[in-house]
């Protein structure tokens, strides 16, 4: 059994070694949202990294025996949620299927990819949430095509407010591995950042949308 007070920090330990989440509150990001952030997140990258990709899964799967039981499906969010989300249902022995960011333009022009029963409890699977917006589109695409869903389950969440209510009103639980204040917390604790640049860091993550506009 993984034990989340131990993973959680090393999940974040090798986020920044591997360069997944990079801080840099003097010279910040722009989101492809505008927003300025001293913050980026690239999960894809844990997915080159066989002990990291595997710690996570293994994270998900205890995460999601532990809160919801074991459920009839699980979804992963594309694109960033399709693979670890279909190593966490091989590991569970479960189907999977994968929610699109808008429905296919030919074909069957499908929003939801794989077979998915009317009445099937799911966990959907992202690999961060930010505002919330594109993990709460692919619940209620789950929701409109018959499927309960149990919860979702993120490698990693910023914590902002606006996301905390999106989740409330959908009525959805959000399950994280690892947030913003522990990541914080471990860039500390390994030098990644100077505690200097720390109320920095606490400011933006209150004002994402207004910080340095």
Not at 123 to 137: A, M, N, P, Y
Request: include cysteine.
């Amino acid at each position: 059994m993984v034990n989340p007070e131990i993973t959680a920090p090393k999940i974040e330990e090798y986020l920044l070694q591997i360069k997944a989440i990079k801080l840099s509150p003097e010279n910040p990001y722009t989101w492809a949202s505008g927003w300025k952030s001293p913050i980026y997140c690239d999960n894809r990258k844990t997915l080159s990294y066989p002990i990291v990709r595997t710690l996570i899964r293994d994270s998900f799967v205890n995460l999601i025996k532990e809160r919801v039981g074991t459920p009839d499906v699980i979804a992963g969010v594309a694109t960033g949620g399709i693979a670890i989300g279909a190593l966490v249902a091989e590991k569970m022995n479960l189907p999977f299927i994968y929610i699109r960011s808008s429905v296919k333009g030919h074909g069957m022009q499908n929003k939801i990819e794989g077979v998915l029963i009317s009445g099937q409890r799911v966990v959907v699977i992202e690999d961060l949430v930010s505002t919330g917006k594109s993990s709460l589109d692919a619940v209620e695409a789950i929701r409109q095509a018959g499927g309960e869903v149990i919860g979702l389950s993120s490698i990693f969440t910023y914590g902002f407010e606006v996301a905390k209510r999106a989740f409330q009103k959908a009525n959805c639980n959000l399950y994280p591995l690892t947030d913003y204040d522990l990541l914080i917390e471990k860039a500390i604790e390994a030098n990644y950042i100077d505690s200097k640049d720390l109320d920095t860091l606490k400011e933006w993550r209150l004002m994402p949308n207004i910080w340095k506009q």
